[in-house]
């Protein structure tokens, strides 16, 4: 019994401390953040404007019935009243409702509308929730830009229990990642929104903008930002054992930074696409160099799998693991479509040849495994 109420005591001293401290307050702001977008800011108002009635009645009725309360008290001799239907205070009852609705509803609907308007969109990108990352899908000029948005990896092994690391030293903790998607400041951006697993919800405040990501559907939200800054997100739907680390960062730029940007970005596109096709043989350090880059990065295995190949929780490690250091027809057949039923995911959808080959060969040839080399043709042979 005594331990319980030390603990509880302890709490809520912390609490009360953490509420007094001057550097916790400093981050901590009421309400919605501060909109950058027109969009952001009706809503904001209606939140506002909602907020407000149902404060003003709150005060009404509650004033009525203290008052009431208090001025007509039994010790008072105050006898309650008997009439009964009261025409006078039935069309008051529903007249008074009906106009709050009504002074809720009209501006609610013209919101509404607004926000699900996406038509005459300056660009439109489509974005994938996958089990914890985001993936950006652009148009440049005819030629399909896409990249994986993951969170910073050093953030990820920051927080797990033990990792001796100070987290509430690390800028935006959780809030960082290794692609960031960019976008026009003063431009209509349609967002195609869907997924390729599980819900997710593609949702940055500071827009107000907000979608699920729902398997077999395709969303659609729009955004329209007005001023260049970098904005930070979260997937907003409870999406399995990551959801907490798959942050969204927005960076908002000048239409003629973001076109030199989606250029440089189509230049790689076209370069990447021509390293996967051609038949190149790669050296095991050139796979090993790369494969660990997708394992830490683009790929998240380090994830499920540990930066160590030692396995988190309930998933397996690679290290000596049978897969790993056995035949590369099994390696590869269990990276390139996963495992259906399991966590394990499909990744021939997500990364090409050349990126399946270095990670399965990186694998294959760290934490103590000394197994074969895969090459790209090897996953094309196995397509
Ligand atoms: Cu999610």
Not at 12 to 34: P, R, W
Not at 197 to 202: A, Y
Not at 277 to 304: H, T
Request: glycine share 6%.
């Amino acid at each position: 019994m005594k331990l319980p109420f030390k603990r509880m005591t302890q709490t809520i001293s912390t609490l009360l401390l953490m509420i007094v401290s001057g550097s916790v307050l400093a981050e901590y702001k009421l309400n919605f953040q501060e909109p950058v977008t027109a969009l952001g800011q009706e809503i904001f108002d209606l939140h506002m404007l909602v907020f407000w009635i149902c404060v003003w009645i709150a005060v009404a009725v509650f004033a009525v019935m203290f008052y009431s309360m208090y001025a007509h008290r039994k010790s008072r001799g105050a006898v309650s009243a008997d009439f009964h239907e009261n025409t006078t205070v039935e069309i008051i009852w529903t007249i008074v409702p009906f106009i709050i609705l009504l002074s809720v509803a009209i501006p609610a609907t013209s919101t509404l509308i607004d926000i699900e308007d996406a038509s005459d969109s300056d660009l439109t990108i489509k974005v994938t929730g996958l089990q914890w990352k985001w993936k950006y899908e652009y148009d440049a000029d005819g030629t399909p830009v896409s990249f994986i948005s993951s969170l910073n990896p050093e953030h990820k092994l920051a927080s797990a229990r033990n990792s001796g690391v100070d987290v509430t030293k690390i800028k935006n903790y959780l809030l960082e990642v290794d692609n960031m998607m960019v976008i026009p400041v003063n431009k209509k951006v349609r967002l195609l929104v869907t997924s390729d697993d599980v819900i997710h919800s593609w949702w940055v405040p500071a827009f107000a903008t907000k979608k699920d990501a729902i398997p077999g559907y395709v969303n659609e939200i729009w955004t329209k930002v007005e001023k260049v800054g970098i904005y930070r997100g979260q997937c907003a739907e409870l999406c399995g054992k990551d959801h907490a680390f798959m942050p969204i960062v927005v960076k908002v730029v000048e239409e003629a930074e973001y076109n030199t940007w989606l250029a440089a970005r189509k230049v790689e596109a076209v370069a990447a696409a021509a390293e996967a096709a051609s038949d190149k043989v790669w050296s095991k350090e050139e796979l090993i160099a790369r494969g660990e880059k997708i394992y830490m990065g683009k790929g998240g295995c380090f994830g499920c799998h540990g930066a160590n190949g030692e396995g988190v929780a309930v998933f397996p490690k690679l290290a000596g693991s049978a897969i790993a250091t056995g035949p590369a027809e099994g390696h590869i057949d269990i990276v390139k479509n996963g495992k259906p039923g399991t966590a394990m995911a499909a990744f021939s959808s997500q990364l090409n040849d050349l990126e399946l080959a270095s990670v399965i060969t990186f694998e294959r040839n760290s934490w103590g495994n000394t197994a074969s080399v895969v090459q790209p043709a090897d996953i094309k042979a196995a397509r």
